[in-house]
């Protein structure tokens, strides 16, 4: 079966699966034609997959139909607000499986809105036994353990906190 996906990330690890960037899909039609399912088209290519190429896509039409109307009527968009939180960080926590491997907080730079590290904010340890901290000013870890861990990632981007 030939596939074709315009998401890499919903088909990782799925053989066979060749990607398409959605706004190049027009410079790739022989391979659209020769596939047996388009995964994942963005809204905007729904028609024109489905309709003047009558290619089989998943999920199905009425799928994106559904998600569009949504319960707020057709044609409308959602709007989600929250009271803004005065707040200088954020935890995220990574699980695999049910065990929790790693967490950190990740705080804003001075005078900053954002957490992000591309926007000047820091990590943080918080696993019991691991202090670290880094920075956006030189890469992240590339190593898969603790980013402590090794002298040459924590000379790269951390510092231990004293």
């Known amino acids: 079966m030939r596939l074709v996906t315009f998401d890499p990330f919903r088909t990782l690890g799925m053989p066979g699966a060749s990607y398409v960037k959605p706004d190049l899909y027009p410079q790739h039609l022989e391979v659209i034609r020769s596939a047996d399912w388009l995964l994942f ?12 190429h009558r290619k089989r896509v998943f999920p199905s039409v009425s799928s994106y139909r559904d998600y569009c109307r949504g319960p707020t009527g057709a044609g409308r968009q959602s709007l989600y ?11 995220r ?5 049910r065990e929790v491997v790693a967490s950190y907080w990740r705080v804003q730079a001075e005078g900053a809105f954002l957490n992000n590290l591309a926007a ?3 990590l943080e340890s918080t696993m ?6 880094c920075s956006a000013t030189v890469p992240t870890c590339s190593s ?4 402590s861990a090794t ?5 790269r981007a951390c510092a231990r906190a004293t």
Do not use: K
């Open 41 to 52: 088209p963005e809204y905007r290519q729904v028609n024109s997959l489905v309709y003047a």
């Open 81 to 91: 607000a929250q009271a803004y939180l005065p707040v200088d960080r954020d935890l």
């Open 93 to 97: 926590i990574v699980v695999i499986g």
């Open 120 to 122: 000047g904010g820091t």
């Open 128 to 133: 019991p036994g691991s202090t670290w901290r």
């Open 144 to 147: 898969s353990t603790d980013c």
């Open 151 to 155: 002298a040459a990632c924590r000379s």
